[in-house]
Every structure is written in structure tokens, then in C-alpha cells.
């Protein structure tokens, strides 16, 4: 069974910088994509960027384009969202997902059975 816990959270200022990970374990990964969503009170969670784990192809939201990086280190079955240049329109919470690749559309949350808790991110302005 796969298990993602996502932490690195928190508050910052607007122009900051943070970093995100999410622990994976039930493994291994090689067939599976995974992603970060965003959630804010009353909006449907939303695409941030996804990679695929084995081949590292990435794909991002517009918005995340030029400011967020998504990454993964297979050493250790961890995944990163590395977020600079934060607005007060980023705050949100934000969960990562897996998928095996081929099931569904990587921009549709329907299409991810496993997801970690969410971690809150705030800026301020």
C-alpha cells in the first residue's frame, strides 16, 4: 500500500522561497507518477506539477511555470516541490498523489488513488 506524508510547510512573506517534500513508502515507484495539488477553503483542489518517476518527464500548471520545481530523489522514495518568487495567491494546502502512469490524466485529481494528509502553506504580503 502506498503512503506519501508531505511536510515543509509554513508561513513565509511574499518573494520567498520554500521547499516541500513528501515521503513515500510501498514502493517501489518505477510505474507510478506522482504529483502536487493545491487546495484553498471553497475551490477544487488543483494541478500544480507532476513527474513521472522513472524517466523524470515533468509537467507544470501555468501558473507554477518559471517559479516551481518538481523533483524526485529515488534514493530514498522522496518527492520535492521547490517553490520561489511565493504570492499571497500560492497559500493554499498542498498534497502530493500517485498514480500508475496510464491510469487516467495526470491534471485530474480523480485519477490518483493515493494522497498524503496536505501540508498548509501561507504568504503573506
Known sequence: Q???VESGG???????????S???SGGPFSKY???WFRQTPGKEREFVAEIWWRLEITAYADFAKGRFTISR???NDTLYLQMNSLKPEDTAVYYCAARTIG???GTNKES???WGQGT????SS
Not at 498548509?120 to 504568504?123: F, P
Open 2 to 4: 502506498v503512503q506519501l
Open 112 to 114: 490518483y488513488p493515493y
Open 73 to 75: 530523489d529515488a534514493t
Open 120 to 123: 498548509q502553506v501561507t504568504v
Open 33 to 35: 507518477a506522482m504529483t
Open 22 to 24: 513528501c515521503a513515500a
Open 10 to 20: 509554513g508561513l513565509v512573506q511574499s518573494g520567498d522561497s520554500l521547499r516541500l
Open 103 to 105: 491510469a487516467g490524466g
